[in-house]
């Protein structure tokens, strides 16, 4: 905790809001640039891969290693070189100051001249019975991370929309077959992924439907459905379920302060700045293209070099950024959604 070791600075360098995969390499790569920062972790410590069985997909480790034990590493290598872990969340950033205030549910509060937010996203979660006790074992949110672990099984893919379309094909590739468990009677994915699974041998479609509970004892045998039209209820046997009914990102902290794109993500440009100078995003809370741990790693690393540079640039010219700034940010992006589908993963 900050308190046990040395008295913290009256106005911090730079704070990092998150202890997911981003949060950490921001935090190695603060601190091995002897800015000596602060991480707030959230009341999720170690985010989304802390709730990972097995990361089998993040280079250097090629015997596969728990999600814990990852967040772990990277909290004990970041905190080597001097980072400090305060196991808060935050409350309230103020952003229209500088420097910034930062405020925890804990009556904290912290200026900052730098701030980076990697403050993430969760899977939207079908909230019934067996979700949580069988995730990791045979539950999964992640068709990239897990699909390899089920080949040669039955699996079904809950959803109707782009992810959930693109995820069932990807799987076929492992499984003997899969069933998408959809509660309408056609898919939102965009026309060519409809195509693609209506021509693929190995899909199957369960129509007007939605998962009532999953089923099994350490693992996965089966999932409960009911019949959205005539409310009958049956179950299907399967080994692995993969849910994709949304992915939400946690930016309660930033409405009306941050530009957000219009599914809610943080819009950075190409160095992680958002439109305030001097605060920058990484990983899932502003890149919902990619959302692997290796790739908010490498957002974590650039935002981490960048806020270094806006530090080494504010000691020597003061701060002009507060707001939009358009000297500072000549290219704010506007975000265009590739896939008009994407838009529609919150509603599933
Ligand atoms: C079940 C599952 C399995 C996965 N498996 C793999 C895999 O095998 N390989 C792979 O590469 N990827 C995998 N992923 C994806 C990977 O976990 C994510 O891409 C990665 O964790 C995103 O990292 P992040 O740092 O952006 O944010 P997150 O991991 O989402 O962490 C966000 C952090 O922000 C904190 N936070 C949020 N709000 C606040 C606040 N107000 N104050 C303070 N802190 C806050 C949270 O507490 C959390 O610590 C998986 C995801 C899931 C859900």
Redesign the pocket.
């Known amino acids: 905790m900050a308190d046990e070791k040395s008295p913290r600075p009256a106005v911090e360098e730079t704070i990092i ?7 950490w390499t921001a935090g190695l790569y603060t601190a091995r640039a002897n800015l000596n920062p602060l991480l ?10 802390s ?8 280079p250097g480790f090629p015997e596969a290693l728990s ?1 814990p034990e990852l967040v772990e590493k990277m909290k004990e290598q970041a905190e080597k070189f001097g980072l400090t872990t305060e196991y ?4 309230e950033i103020v952003t229209d100051q500088h420097p910034f205030v930062v405020r ?1 549910v804990n009556g904290k509060e912290y200026k900052a001249k730098s701030l980076i937010l ?6 939207r979660y079908l909230q019934v019975p067996g979700e949580k006790e069988l ?2 074992k045979g539950v ?3 068709a ?3 699909g390899f672990f089920f080949r040669g099984k039955d699996l079904v893919v809950v959803g109707g929309g782009d992810s959930a379309v693109e995820e069932a094909l990807f799987l076929t590739k492992f499984a003997t077959k899969v069933r998408i468990i959809h509660r309408r009677d056609e898919l939102r994915a965009s026309k060519i992924l409809r195509d693609r699974a209506f021509a693929n041998e190995k899909i199957e479609f369960v129509w007007n439907s939605v998962v009532t509970s999953i089923n099994g004892n350490g693992s996965v045998s089966g999932v409960s459905i009911e019949n959205t039209l005539t409310g009958e209820a049956s179950e299907l046997k399967t080994d692995g379920v993969f849910v994709y009914v949304g992915h939400l990102p ?1 930016n ?2 930033y409405h009306g302060k941050l530009h957000l794109d219009e599914d809610g993500h943080l819009i950075t440009d190409k160095k992680m700045r958002t439109n305030v100078a001097g605060i920058f995003a ?4 502003q ?1 919902k293209v ?7 790693v490498g ?2 690393c650039s935002a981490a070099m960048q806020t270094e540079k806006f530090l080494a640039e504010f000691e020597a010219e003061g701060y002009h950024g507060a707001g939009v700034d358009a000297r500072e940010f000549p290219e704010i992006p506007t975000f265009v959604p590739q896939r008009a589908a994407e838009r529609e993963l919150v509603l599933a």
Request: a negative charge; glycine letters at 18%.
């Open positions: 809001i998150g202890s997911g995969p981003a949060g707030i972790t959230g009341n999720d410590y170690g985010g989304q891969v709730i990972t069985y097995e990361v089998e997909n993040y999600g808060d969340h935050v409350s925890t990697c403050t993430g996203a969760r899977p995730t990791g999964s949110y992640c990239t991370c897990d946690n309660d902290l990484a990983g899932e809370i890149d990619f959302k692997q741990v290796a790739t908010s957002q974590g």
